[in-house]
Protein backbone atom coordinates (compact mmCIF):
# COMPACT_ATOMS: atom_id res chain seq x y z
CA UNK A 1 0.00 0.00 0.00
CA UNK A 2 1.14 3.24 -0.86
CA UNK A 3 1.30 6.83 0.60
CA UNK A 4 -1.66 7.46 -1.80
CA UNK A 5 -4.00 5.00 -1.38
CA UNK A 6 -4.71 6.55 2.07
CA UNK A 7 -6.92 9.46 2.64
CA UNK A 8 -8.55 11.70 5.79
CA UNK A 9 -11.43 10.11 7.90
CA UNK A 10 -12.22 12.60 10.20
CA UNK A 11 -15.52 12.86 12.98
CA UNK A 12 -16.34 15.07 15.68
CA UNK A 13 -12.93 16.31 15.99
CA UNK A 14 -11.19 13.12 15.72
CA UNK A 15 -9.00 12.98 12.71
CA UNK A 16 -6.72 10.01 11.00
CA UNK A 17 -5.35 8.16 7.93
CA UNK A 18 -7.38 5.09 6.62
CA UNK A 19 -6.94 3.28 3.29
CA UNK A 20 -9.17 4.31 0.87
CA UNK A 21 -10.94 1.25 0.27
CA UNK A 22 -12.66 1.92 4.46
CA UNK A 23 -15.92 3.18 4.75
CA UNK A 24 -18.02 4.06 8.08
CA UNK A 25 -19.51 1.00 9.18
CA UNK A 26 -20.87 2.34 12.73
CA UNK A 27 -21.04 5.51 14.52
CA UNK A 28 -22.71 6.70 17.68
CA UNK A 29 -22.18 9.63 20.48
CA UNK A 30 -20.88 13.10 19.76
CA UNK A 31 -18.14 15.56 20.37
CA UNK A 32 -17.58 14.83 23.94
CA UNK A 33 -18.28 10.98 24.18
CA UNK A 34 -18.50 8.75 21.06
CA UNK A 35 -17.29 6.18 19.12
CA UNK A 36 -16.63 5.15 15.55
CA UNK A 37 -15.61 1.41 13.55
CA UNK A 38 -14.65 1.42 9.83
CA UNK A 39 -14.91 -1.41 7.85
CA UNK A 40 -13.01 -2.86 4.59
CA UNK A 41 -14.93 -5.32 2.03
CA UNK A 42 -14.69 -8.36 4.85
CA UNK A 43 -14.59 -7.28 8.28
CA UNK A 44 -14.77 -4.39 10.97
CA UNK A 45 -10.86 -3.07 10.69
CA UNK A 46 -10.54 0.20 13.16
CA UNK A 47 -12.49 1.16 16.17
CA UNK A 48 -12.15 4.60 17.92
CA UNK A 49 -13.68 5.61 21.32
CA UNK A 50 -13.64 8.75 22.60
CA UNK A 51 -14.48 10.65 25.89
CA UNK A 52 -14.26 13.89 27.65
CA UNK A 53 -13.44 12.83 30.93
CA UNK A 54 -14.32 14.98 34.31
CA UNK A 55 -11.15 13.68 35.57
CA UNK A 56 -7.61 13.42 34.60
CA UNK A 57 -6.43 9.63 34.36
CA UNK A 58 -3.51 8.07 34.92
CA UNK A 59 -2.79 6.11 31.77
CA UNK A 60 -0.78 3.22 33.80
CA UNK A 61 -3.84 2.49 35.70
CA UNK A 62 -5.85 2.90 33.10
CA UNK A 63 -4.45 0.18 30.74
CA UNK A 64 -4.29 -2.48 33.37
CA UNK A 65 -7.82 -2.01 34.22
CA UNK A 66 -8.24 -2.36 30.42
CA UNK A 67 -6.18 -5.68 29.82
CA UNK A 68 -7.63 -6.63 32.62
CA UNK A 69 -11.47 -6.11 31.38
CA UNK A 70 -9.86 -7.49 27.52
CA UNK A 71 -8.45 -10.26 29.17
CA UNK A 72 -12.19 -11.19 30.63
CA UNK A 73 -14.18 -10.26 27.53
CA UNK A 74 -11.93 -13.06 25.52
CA UNK A 75 -12.03 -15.38 28.86
CA UNK A 76 -8.86 -16.04 28.01
CA UNK A 77 -5.79 -15.64 31.15
CA UNK A 78 -2.99 -15.92 28.60
CA UNK A 79 -3.26 -13.60 26.04
CA UNK A 80 0.07 -12.33 25.51
CA UNK A 81 0.12 -8.48 25.77
CA UNK A 82 3.25 -6.85 23.94
CA UNK A 83 3.72 -3.17 24.89
CA UNK A 84 4.96 -1.15 21.37
CA UNK A 85 7.73 1.26 22.92
CA UNK A 86 9.05 3.58 20.33
CA UNK A 87 6.60 2.01 17.72
CA UNK A 88 5.76 5.27 15.91
CA UNK A 89 5.94 9.00 16.31
CA UNK A 90 2.93 9.71 19.01
CA UNK A 91 0.45 11.92 18.55
CA UNK A 92 1.53 15.59 19.14
CA UNK A 93 0.57 16.64 22.84
CA UNK A 94 -0.40 13.46 24.22
CA UNK A 95 0.41 10.61 26.97
CA UNK A 96 -0.05 7.35 25.30
CA UNK A 97 0.37 3.53 25.44
CA UNK A 98 0.82 1.51 22.38
CA UNK A 99 0.08 -2.17 22.36
CA UNK A 100 -0.90 -5.29 20.56
CA UNK A 101 -2.12 -8.52 21.32
CA UNK A 102 -3.25 -11.89 19.30
CA UNK A 103 -1.48 -14.17 17.09
CA UNK A 104 -3.50 -15.02 13.55
CA UNK A 105 -4.87 -11.67 12.98
CA UNK A 106 -2.79 -9.24 15.43
CA UNK A 107 -4.50 -6.03 16.73
CA UNK A 108 -2.58 -3.02 17.61
CA UNK A 109 -4.64 -0.15 19.80
CA UNK A 110 -3.36 2.83 21.15
CA UNK A 111 -4.72 4.30 24.48
CA UNK A 112 -4.34 8.41 23.95
CA UNK A 113 -4.68 10.83 26.78
CA UNK A 114 -4.04 15.01 25.04
CA UNK A 115 -3.14 17.35 27.41
CA UNK A 116 -4.06 20.63 25.68
CA UNK A 117 -7.84 19.27 25.09
CA UNK A 118 -8.33 16.46 27.90
CA UNK A 119 -9.62 13.58 25.52
CA UNK A 120 -9.44 10.55 25.93
CA UNK A 121 -9.22 8.32 22.72
CA UNK A 122 -8.83 4.58 22.26
CA UNK A 123 -7.89 2.86 18.90
CA UNK A 124 -8.42 -0.52 17.64
CA UNK A 125 -6.73 -1.56 14.73
CA UNK A 126 -7.65 -5.42 13.86
CA UNK A 127 -4.93 -5.96 10.99
CA UNK A 128 -5.13 -8.41 7.68
CA UNK A 129 -1.74 -9.52 8.44
CA UNK A 130 1.40 -9.07 10.36
CA UNK A 131 3.37 -7.51 8.04
CA UNK A 132 0.82 -5.45 6.43
CA UNK A 133 -0.41 -4.74 9.33
CA UNK A 134 2.48 -3.09 11.62
CA UNK A 135 2.62 -0.31 8.10
CA UNK A 136 -1.12 0.39 8.50
CA UNK A 137 -1.13 0.61 12.60
CA UNK A 138 2.01 3.23 12.66
CA UNK A 139 0.12 5.07 9.95
CA UNK A 140 -3.32 5.29 12.07
CA UNK A 141 -1.16 5.68 15.14
CA UNK A 142 1.07 8.60 14.18
CA UNK A 143 -1.81 10.17 11.69
CA UNK A 144 -4.26 10.71 15.34
CA UNK A 145 -5.72 14.06 16.12
CA UNK A 146 -8.30 14.51 18.22
CA UNK A 147 -8.37 18.40 17.94
CA UNK A 148 -7.78 20.91 15.35
CA UNK A 149 -5.19 23.77 16.14
CA UNK A 150 -6.86 26.59 14.79
CA UNK A 151 -10.30 25.34 16.84
CA UNK A 152 -12.27 24.41 13.66
CA UNK A 153 -13.77 21.17 13.55
CA UNK A 154 -12.95 19.36 10.07
CA UNK A 155 -15.31 16.27 8.97
CA UNK A 156 -13.97 14.19 6.03
CA UNK A 157 -15.61 10.68 4.92
CA UNK A 158 -16.61 9.00 1.52
CA UNK A 159 -13.99 11.51 -0.18
CA UNK A 160 -15.79 15.00 1.09
CA UNK A 161 -13.45 17.21 3.39
CA UNK A 162 -15.14 20.26 4.75
CA UNK A 163 -14.18 22.02 7.59
CA UNK A 164 -16.77 23.90 10.18
Known amino acids: MTRDDFTLF ?6 FDVPVSWELGKE ?11 DDEFMPRVEVTWKKPNKRYRLDRLFDNYI ?3 KKKLKEKDVHIQKLLGF ?3 PRDKEHIMFRWGEKDPVYEM ?14 YISED ?10 LFSSLED ?9 AFLGMDCVI
Open 10 to 15: AWNGVS
Open 28 to 38: TGNRKDGYCRL
Open 68 to 70: KNL
Open 88 to 90: CTP
Open 111 to 124: ISFCRECYRLVFMR
Open 130 to 139: DTDGVTKAKR
Open 147 to 155: HSSDGRERW
